[in-house]
C-alpha cells in the first residue's frame, strides 16, 4: 500500500534560503520534477508503525497498525495489520493492482473491487483506491509545471497533472506543491474529470529518513465532498530495506 503518498506522504518545515534553487528552477519540467518525488518516495521493502486519526464532526476515532511493502518498481505488495484494540486482527492485503480485507470477528475474507473502491478506509478521508493507485506517478499522469510558490517560507514547485488517455486513475486531475529542495509533495488537490475538487492533503511532518532523503511523516486528507471530517495519517516508525519475512506479504496471512 503506497500510504499516501498512503503508505508514504507527510511534513513540519524549516525556513531555509531558497535564492540559490531559483536558476535550476527552469530547467525542470514537470514530469522531471514528479520523477524526482517518485525516486524519493520509492520504497523497495519497508516496515511501518503508524496510526490513523479519523475526525467526523467532533468526533475522534484512532486506528493503529502495522505496514510491510515490498515493490520491484513494477509490483507493489503490502500488507497492513491493525492493532488497536477495536480493530485488532483486521488486515488488508494488496497485491499489485488486487486489495483483499479480513475481519477476524466474522473469519470473513472479501475483496474489495468495484464501487466498494470509492469508499472510505476504514471510515477514514482516504478511499480504497487511494491505497491501490501504486504505479508511479510518471506512469499515470502527464504533467505541467506552473508557477512556483512557496509553502511556510519553503520555495515549492506547483505541477498539474492529467490522467494518461486509457489509465485508471482515482481522480482524473491533480496538482502538487513540491518542496524545491527535497521533492516532497507539501500539498495536494485532487479533481473530477468535471473540475470538481474532490479532495485535499496537506502535509504536516517531514522527516530526513536517508541522508538526503527526505519523506513525509504525517499527512492530513479532507475529502471536500463531506462536512467537518479530516483523517490524519501519521508515521511514528519506518524501517527502509526491511527484510520481511517470505511468505508474509501473502493471502495465506490474512487468516
Same mark, same amino acid.
Request: include cysteine.
Given at each position: ?30 514530469? =522531471?520534477?514528479? +520523477? ?7 520504497? *523497495?521493502?519497508? !516496515?511501518?508503525?503508524? %496510526? ?96 512556483? =510558490?512557496?509553502? +511556510? ?7 498539474? *497533472?492529467?490522467? !494518461?488517455?486509457?489509465? %485508471? ?87
Amino acid at each position: 500500500m503506497k500510504w499516501p503518498r498512503t503508505v508514504v506522504s507527510i511534513a513540519v518545515l524549516a525556513l531555509f534560503c531558497i535564492l540559490p534553487l531559483a536558476a535550476g528552477a527552469a530547467d525542470l519540467t514537470g514530469a =522531471d520534477i514528479m +520523477d524526482k518525488v517518485d525516486e524519493n518516495q520509492f520504497i *523497495a521493502s519497508g !516496515r511501518m508503525e503508524s %496510526e490513523m486519526i479519523i475526525r467526523d464532526r467532533g468526533r475522534e476515532n484512532v486506528k493503529e497498525m502495522i505496514s510491510y511493502v515490498e515493490s520491484d518498481g513494477e509490483v507493489t505488495n503490502a500488507l497492513a495489520e491493525f492493532v488497536n484494540p477495536r480493530d485488532r486482527g483486521t488486515k488488508y492485503l494488496m497485491q499489485d493492482d488486487e486489495l483483499w480485507m479480513y475481519f477476524p470477528d466474522a473469519e470473513d475474507l472479501v475483496r474489495i473491487s468495484g464501487h466498494m473502491l470509492r469508499e472510505g478506509m476504514m471510515g477514514s478521508d482516504f478511499s480504497y483506491q487511494d491505497a491501490l493507485e501504486s504505479e508511479r506517478l510518471t506512469e499515470l499522469y502527464t504533467f505541467e509545471k506552473e508557477e512556483m =510558490d512557496s509553502i +511556510d517560507g519553503r520555495e515549492v514547485y506547483v505541477v498539474k *497533472a492529467v490522467a !494518461r488517455e486509457g489509465e %485508471e486513475v482515482a481522480y482524473y486531475e491533480r496538482r502538487f506543491w513540491v518542496d524545491a529542495e527535497r521533492f516532497v509533495v507539501l500539498r495536494e488537490e485532487m479533481y473530477a474529470r468535471d473540475g470538481r475538487l474532490l479532495k485535499e492533503m496537506i502535509t504536516k511532518e517531514v522527516e530526513e529518513v536517508q541522508e538526503g532523503r527526505w519523506m513525509p511523516m504525517e499527512v492530513v486528507m479532507e475529502d471536500k465532498l463531506k462536512e467537518g471530517t479530516e483523517t490524519i495519517h501519521r508515521i511514528k516508525v519506518l524501517e527502509l530495506d526491511y527484510d520481511i519475512p517470505e511468505g508474509k506479504i501473502s493471502l495465506d496471512t490474512l487468516q
